[in-house]
Structure formats: structure tokens, C-alpha cells
């Protein structure tokens, strides 16, 4: 299990700290949530932001974007240093070329997608995407509870990646804990991000190592 902890959750007065705490972890990645206050309500960092947590990094960074109209910038985020760069299926008119975009720009190419949109406005696309970034939670905040139906919806979702010859993995993103780790595990996940439940621990290196281990 690939194991990404969402630097949303961690103490933005101490990013340099807790990036070096995530580099001495099993973490596979560092989930990076941008969000606009448009295509979301609330409004996160930007680009100098992940310049500074890339400066320190030693893991690649896997940026979420949560943005209207991500094309405008998706130079600006290899520039920034994002090495996964994921876009909303919901705020992209021509997916293909988006996708084509990314990849052209060294990046691995993930799809974000929210929790009530049906997989199946991936099916055209997922033998050229390297992720799906699929939504446990309505993307805008940390700290929410894990909807349910996500468990059906990755099974599902595997069954097409299996279907199509996919090599995209399967990342689940919201409300992940030790509880439900095993279980979507099992359901055919592949990643998983978690913010609140490592950066809430008095021992996030330990809790990275127990999901890592599910
Ligand atoms: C939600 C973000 C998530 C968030 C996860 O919009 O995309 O990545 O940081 O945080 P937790 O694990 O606290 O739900
Ligand atoms: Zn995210």
C-alpha cells in the first residue's frame, strides 16, 4: 500500500519540520491539496507554498489540484516541483488533452473525482492516466468523515482499470483511518492519503507505519 500523508493536516508555521518528519517516515508521497475557494470553498496554498515543502522534500510530491480550469497552470506546478499532478474530471473540458499536458511535462498524470460523479466518464480515458484520485469525502476541507459508498465505487472502479489493461492506481483520498484502512484495501485500493489521522497523532511516524502495514 502506497502511502501518501496530506500536508493540508500539518502545522503550516513548521512546514519545513514537518516535511523533514515525512521524510524520516515509510511515507510513499506527500499529498499536496491546492484549493482555490472556486471549484471548492475553501482556499489552501499555492505555488510558492510547494516550492518550500519541495525544497525540503526528499519524497515526491503528489499534488492534488482543486482548481477551475487547471490547464492555465499546470507548467507552473512542474515548475513548483509536483511529480504526480492530479486534476478534477469535474473541472476539465477536454480531459484528453489535460492529461496529454501533464504527461508531456514529466509528470504522472492523476484524475481527481468527486464522490457523487460515476466512474464511468473514466472509462475513455483510464488507459492513459497513471492514478485516479478518488474522493471519500466532498473535497474542500481535512478532517471529514468517510462516505461509505466509496467501498463499492473502488471495487468497481478496479474492475474497469482490469477491463481496460490499466496501469492506473487507485488512490483514495478523505477520512482515512486505521479502521477503514483494511477495508478499502481490500476492495482493490492502491494508495491512500491521510491527513487529520497522522498529523492528529502524537506519533505520526508510527501511525504512517501501521497504515503502511495494513
Ligand atoms: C480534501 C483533501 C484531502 C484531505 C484529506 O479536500 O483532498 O486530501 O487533506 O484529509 P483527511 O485525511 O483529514 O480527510
Ligand atoms: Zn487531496
Redesign the pocket.
Known amino acids: 500500500m502506497l502511502i501518501a500523508p496530506?500536508i493540508?493536516?500539518a502545522d503550516f508555521a513548521n512546514l519545513q519540520k514537518e516535511t523533514e518528519m515525512l521524510n524520516g517516515s515509510v511515507a510513499d508521497w506527500i499529498?499536496v491539496?491546492v484549493?482555490d475557494g472556486m471549484f471548492?470553498p475553501?482556499i489552501s496554498f499555492g505555488i510558492p507554498v510547494i516550492q518550500a515543502i519541495k525544497k525540503h522534500s526528499t519524497k515526491p510530491l503528489d499534488v492534488?489540484l482543486?482548481i477551475v480550469d487547471p490547464d492555465r497552470y499546470l507548467q507552473a506546478f512542474k515548475n513548483a516541483g509536483a511529480d504526480n499532478l492530479s486534476v478534477h474530471i469535474e473541472a476539465c473540458h477536454h480531459l484528453h488533452r489535460t492529461v496529454q499536458a501533464i504527461k508531456e511535462l514529466g509528470m504522472k498524470a492523476g484524475v481527481?473525482i468527486n464522490p457523487h460523479t460515476s466512474i464511468s466518464g473514466l472509462y475513455d480515458i483510464i488507459a492513459d492516466i497513471d492514478l485516479i484520485?478518488l474522493?471519500s469525502?466532498?473535497?474542500?476541507?481535512?478532517?471529514?468523515k468517510f462516505i461509505e459508498n466509496t467501498y463499492d465505487k473502488v471495487s468497481r472502479l478496479k474492475d474497469m482499470i482490469l477491463q481496460k489493461s490499466s496501469k492506473a492506481i487507485i488512490e483514495i483520498?478523505?477520512?482515512?483511518n486505521i479502521q477503514n484502512a483494511p477495508k478499502i484495501k481490500q476492495a482493490g485500493a492502491d494508495a491512500l492519503?491521510?491527513?487529520?489521522?497522522?498529523f492528529s497523532s502524537s506519533s505520526p511516524l508510527e501511525v504512517i507505519a501501521e497504515l503502511k502495514n495494513i
Not at 137 to 142: E, I, L, S
Not at 173 to 176: M, S
Open positions: 496530506s493540508l493536516a499529498h491539496d484549493m471548492v475553501n492534488h482543486m481527481a484520485c474522493m469525502v466532498n473535497p474542500g476541507f481535512g478532517g471529514q483520498d478523505g477520512g482515512v492519503v491521510a491527513g487529520n489521522f497522522v
